[in-house]
């Protein structure tokens, strides 16, 4: 390894370690963290990188990794249920966007064969980005982050045909990209790894795993993504999608975590080199040349494939609130395209400058999904959710004991309990779809905002004999307490609190009587932890009783110094101590008092 290699990586792993945490501190996410690094050490700035696309394409495999372990999480059957919006949203957004694309460029008078190729190339959304953003932000389980998926997939299955469609523009021939043949061996490919994948797998795996050897393990991983993505290569298809298909085959094996564990280190290097690699190949020359041209081609294309998504999300009924994020989520144009545009270039398809010019523009769509989301997150989000609202529910005036804010998981075992003794409650909740659920499985609950003081009062809170507030939002619990206590002073009042600093906060409010949300559940674990390492289910169960009671101890004895750091830390050393001895001198206490539950 040369001088120059070391100091590349230095430079690479440098950037990203400088600028990925400041992005992601602002809210922006990883990827605008890599894509800044990315233009910073390009050659259009510093220079430190003179041919980004030699990185892009090897950092593609990034893209291919994650598709795969993708894959990994979907077997057929789930991946049957997802026909409709694969082969429904992806072959209607494809087809409108680059029909849509192709239109403009060419009434703004491009060639047939370049509007085509062009409106082919921007249709593509990126995998990576969509996928890490949607990662990033927990929504792989979400409508949203299903769609999103599934519109994805179905534009890597796209890919032979779209490439099959420029090739017909070739200027030596119109049909030598349709080949029979090639179609054949394509399909023969794919039935070989769907094969191999079920039945090799697996004895392989097996026969690895006797050698005890961590290292083989990793490499047989490894090259399974490899071989499939050479396969794939070598027949004119996809590496995605041949990794995805690879995932989807294994999901059902016993060795799924295994693979995930093994290949998750390599995907996540990967995708960053990725898209440090999409920052370099950003052409500012060209911007600074034609900024309006470049400026409005990206707006075009923002505007374009949103509204198509936007519509389509409209077809195929999804709620409202969800259409402009998806819209947004897949605004920008895809890896693929540089693929295309490159390939087009050496078929005599597309100019070298009209591919820069595409290419610029990919790039820097790319660059404005993070951008577009935050602006989502802090204004459009949280219009379509107050546009879906529905008025709050007339609660009628039946006065019970106990008002219960909030009726999400810990809401919900509170009331049940209260139930089942008899004690009638009134339930508030801020989420209409939450209600919905709750009252299709018989219990009364009523939507509106729990925090807001009146709808309370409306509730029959100056009637009331327990207030319990089991929101999962800190400070409007802290809030809502606060207001509580200052208009009802002698109202018992029971908070969900979110962890020590919180309960801390509550007894400033005046607040004495609250729960942690994790505490009793942490608690039981640890009281099963005992049991499972021999301990005697009751000397376990007294064990978590004396330490749930002097925590509760600790902390009003500790509140009196929480505003002195440094005694605080000292009374919470002298605490731990004292607890540590206590446990120590009762020890023999509770080993011999068992008789109890014997």
């Known amino acids: 390894m040369t001088d120059s290699t070391l100091l590349f990586m230095v430079i690479l792993f440098g950037v990203a370690l400088l600028s990925v945490p400041v992005t992601a501190r602002l809210g922006l996410g990883s990827v605008i963290g890599y894509l800044i690094g990315g233009v910073l050490v390009g050659p259009e700035v510093l220079g430190f990188v003179s041919n980004p696309e030699k990185i892009l394409h090897l950092a593609e495999f990034g ?3 994650l598709l795969f372990l993708i894959g990994l999480e979907l077997n057929p059957k789930r991946l049957w249920k997802l026909r409709r919006s694969i082969f429904g949203m992806g072959l209607l957004q494809l087809t409108l966007t680059a029909l849509l694309v192709g239109l403009g460029l060419k009434l703004l008078g491009w060639s047939l064969e370049e509007s085509v190729v062009a409106g082919m190339g921007i249709a593509m959304s990126s995998t990576a980005i969509a996928m890490q953003i949607t990662g990033e932000r927990g929504l792989r389980n979400h409508p949203v982050g ?8 179905f534009q890597d299955i796209a890919v032979v045909p779209v490439l099959l469609v420029a090739s017909l523009f070739k200027p030596e021939t119109a049909s030598s990209g349709l080949n029979l043949v090639s ?4 399909i023969a490919a794919i039935l070989a790894i769907i094969i191999a994948g079920r039945y090799l797998t697996r004895p392989v795996f097996r026969w690895i795993a006797g050698a005890r050897i961590r290292e083989l393990s990793i490499a047989f991983s490894l090259l399974i ?3 499939i993505s050479f396969v794939m290569v070598k027949v004119g298809l996809s590496m995605a999608l041949g990794a995805f298909l690879a995932g989807v085959i294994l999901a059902e094996s016993e060795y799924r975590h295994e693979l995930e564990a093994n290949i998750e280190p390599f995907k996540g290097l990967l995708l960053g080199l990725f898209f440090l690699a999409v920052g370099m190949s950003i052409k500012l020359q060209l911007l600074i040349e034609h900024p309006l041209r470049i400026l409005a081609f990206v707006c075009a294309l923002l505007f374009i494939k949103t509204l198509v998504i936007y ?5 195929f009924g999804i709620k409202d609130r969800d259409k402009l994020l998806l819209g947004l989520l897949l605004s920008q144009g895809g890896e693929f395209a540089f693929v295309l545009f490159s390939q087009s270039i050496q078929d005599g398809v597309l100019k070298p400058e009209v591919a820069d010019l595409l290419n610029g523009v990919v790039s820097l769509s790319m660059l404005t999904t993070p951008l577009l989301l935050l602006a989502y997150d802090r204004w459009a989000a949280v219009r379509c959710i107050a ?5 709050a529910d007339a609660i009628p005036d039946d006065k019970h004991p106990v008002i219960i804010a909030g009726f999400g998981r810990v809401g919900q075992i509170v009331a049940r309990l209260l139930h089942l003794n008899k004690i009638s409650t009134t339930v508030i909740d801020h989420s209409p779809e939450h209600i919905d659920s709750v009252r299709r499985f018989g219990s009364k609950a009523y939507y509106g905002d729990a925090s807001q003081l009146n709808l309370l009062e409306a509730a029959g809170l100056s009637d009331a004999k327990l207030l319990v507030i089991a929101m999962d939002d800190r400070e409007t619990v802290t809030q809502l307490a606060e207001t509580v206590r200052k208009h009802y002073p002698t109202l018992p009042i029971l908070v969900r609190a979110y962890d020590r600093t919180h309960v801390h906060e509550l007894f400033d409010k005046g607040i004495e009587h609250m729960e942690r949300e994790t505490f009793g559940s942490a608690l039981g674990m640890g009281r099963k932890a005992l049991q499972l390492m021999g301990i005697h289910p009751y000397q376990a169960h007294r064990s978590a009783l004396r330490f749930e009671a002097y925590d509760l101890e600790v902390l009003h004895r500790l509140h009196p ?5 440094k005694q605080f830390i000292s009374k919470t050393r002298e605490a731990r101590e004292q607890l540590e001895k206590l446990f120590a001198e009762d020890e023999q206490t509770l080993k011999s008092d068992t008789q109890g539950w014997d």
């Open 63 to 65: 893209v291919v990794l």
């Open 146 to 153: 299903q769609n999103g998926f599934s519109i994805l997939l």
């Open 183 to 186: 179609i054949l061996t394509a």
């Open 225 to 227: 993504v490899v071989g």
């Open 311 to 315: 519509s389509v999300s409209w077809i």
């Open 387 to 391: 546009d879906q609202k529905p008025e």
């Open 561 to 565: 110094y929480r505003g002195d750091e």
